[in-house]
Structure formats: structure tokens, C-alpha cells
């Protein structure tokens, strides 16, 4: 059995990113290595890359580039196009210029957000605006589309580490070769030896990580649509899911105390706004008993509804 709403000061702890507490002792164990940088030349061929403290010094820098007057409008498309989107992104524009959800006489590059590992569709076609693009893959780092074209469209490529491995800083910049580079990132040497040991010891199970995170989701699709909550994304070839986020519009769900409820269970999670859906956790260091536990907590919550 499951403990349902535990004692505040005893809750496990769930995040969407894999760290977990356990990891602050197993990352001090690994050996010196740079591997990753290894797998970064082969992977991006002849682009350049910096690694930065996190993702939103990769937002910055790739801005910064840009010289953008206040007046002028980045103007930020998302693979569902809903209008959420993370402060963690505006506000990175907000230093530099307007924002809009829509292409504008004003946009002068364009900020594509691959949300939650879902490719944006059609990539190339905005390239046929001939406006500079951003490509925020976050949450995206080991999906492909069909195309092979996400992560490769961009002028500049922005990763998050901590979505996809056991880290609790860390980001990465990606450009095109012809742009001219001269600006890093900010990152103490003593920290980037520590994000190059990690990445370096997992993105030799990049292979287990993908197929683990399929796993989850598949497995959590199946049981909560047992409640008729169903999957918002398609999970489509290619795609390596950075969420699991369902739809609750077949049920009178207070999505708000919703949040609280999974929270409050010690779950990270979230309101899609805008639309009646909702995401948890689904990365690779679960094990079917927390995928059945997050069901559980789920059920409860409809139970006390009806």
C-alpha cells in the first residue's frame, strides 16, 4: 500500500528532472573524464558550442548576440501553440526587447520551444521566413523528427541538462558555424569539471535513459487512461518524452488544487495553463512503484471530487 497525504514532514520527492538526493554522493564518485565533449563534436559536427551554468545563460547569450532595441519583438512559437510558456524564457527576453506569440512587422527573431520533448511540427518551413531562429530544446535533448531537423535548424540551440540527467546546474549553446563567437559562459571551472564528469558517465546509457522514459510513459498512459485521463501529446517516433501530461476535461477537475494535491504528496508537477491538462514526472529514475504510486494519488484526488 501507498501512504496517502503523509505527515508534511515526511515527503518523498519527486522532481521532473532525474536528480535525485542519492546523486549528490554517486556524482562525487565518478571518475575525470570528457567524453561528453567527444560525443558534442561528433554530434553537432563542425557548430560551435559553450557550455553555460544553465539554460537561461544559454537563452541570454544567444540573445545578446542579436543587438536588439527595446522595440523590437522576439516572437516565441511552441509545439502546441498554446499560449504557456515558462518565465524563465520572457524574462530572458524582457531584459533585451518585447515578446509576442505572434510574427510580427516588429519580430526580429524568431524563439522556437520544442515543449516537453514534442518537436515543433514543420520546422523547415521557418526557415523560409529568413528571420534568425532560437530553438529551445530544454527539455528536448534526445528527440529527433522525422525531418532530422530539430536542433539543426537554428542559428542558436539551447539545452537544459538537469531536464535530462542526474544534475543540478548546467546548460548548453549550440550555433551555427558562420556566426562569430566571442562570449562563453560564465561557469566556474570547478563546476563545468563536474557537469563534463557526469554527462560524460550517462551519455554512455543514452540508450537505457530513452528507452526508460518511453517505458514510463507508456506504462503511465495506460493507467491513467483506465480514469479516462488520456495523453495530450502523441508520442511519436523519435520523441523522448520530458513529462507526462494528460488531459481532465472528461472529469470537473480544479486543476489549481489539483497542483496542490500532487505537491503536497511530494510529486513536482503542473498545470499545462490554458488548457484542461496537467504534467508529472516520467524520466528515467522511476520504477513501476512510483509510476503506481503517482496513479494513486491520482485516483484519490477524483475519488474526493466526485
Known amino acids: 500500500m501507498f501512504i496517502l497525504y503523509p505527515d508534511p514532514y515526511s515527503l518523498p520527492t519527486y522532481r521532473i528532472g532525474p536528480f535525485q538526493t542519492k546523486d549528490i554522493s554517486l556524482n562525487q564518485l565518478l571518475p575525470d573524464s570528457d567524453r561528453i565533449d567527444s560525443y558534442f563534436h561528433e554530434r553537432f559536427g563542425d557548430f ?23 522595440n523590437d519583438v522576439v516572437t516565441i512559437l511552441t509545439t502546441s501553440g498554446n499560449f504557456y510558456i515558462s518565465s524563465c524564457v520572457t524574462n530572458e527576453i524582457e531584459k533585451f526587447c518585447k515578446w509576442s506569440r505572434e510574427i510580427l512587422p516588429e519580430t526580429k527573431v524568431l524563439f522556437v520551444n520544442h515543449e516537453f520533448g514534442y518537436p515543433y511540427p514543420e520546422l523547415w518551413k521557418l526557415k523560409l521566413l529568413n528571420l534568425p531562429i532560437i530553438e529551445d530544446c530544454a527539455g528536448s535533448f534526445f528527440s529527433e523528427d522525422n525531418e532530422k531537423t530539430i536542433g539543426r535548424t537554428g542559428d542558436f540551440v539551447i539545452y537544459s541538462f538537469p531536464k535530462m540527467f542526474p544534475l543540478q546546474v548546467g546548460g548548453l549553446l549550440v ?4 556566426i562569430n563567437h566571442n562570449y562563453s559562459g560564465q561557469i566556474q571551472a570547478g563546476m563545468l569539471r563536474y557537469i563534463k564528469n557526469v554527462l560524460s558517465e550517462y551519455i554512455g546509457r543514452k540508450d537505457q535513459i530513452i528507452s526508460k522514459r ?39 477537475i480544479n486543476l489549481p488544487e489539483l497542483k496542490k494535491h500532487f505537491w503536497a504528496h511530494g510529486i513536482q508537477s503542473s498545470v499545462f495553463y490554458g488548457e484542461d491538462a496537467f504534467f508529472i514526472p516520467v524520466h528515467q529514475a522511476l520504477t513501476e512503484f512510483d509510476l503506481d504510486y503517482f496513479y494513486e494519488v491520482m485516483k484519490v484526488f477524483i475519488q474526493k471530487a466526485e
Open 48 to 70: 560551435w558550442f559553450t557550455y553555460t551554468y544553465n539554460g537561461r545563460e544559454a537563452i541570454h547569450l544567444a540573445l545578446k548576440h542579436y543587438k536588439l532595441s527595446k
Open 175 to 178: 550555433s551555427a558555424s558562420h
Open 214 to 252: 518511453i517505458k514510463n510513459y507508456t506504462e503511465l498512459r495506460g493507467r491513467f487512461e483506465e480514469s479516462g485521463l488520456s495523453e495530450r501529446f502523441k508520442l511519436e517516433k523519435g520523441t523522448v518524452p520530458g513529462v507526462f501530461m494528460f488531459r481532465t476535461d472528461n472529469h470537473n
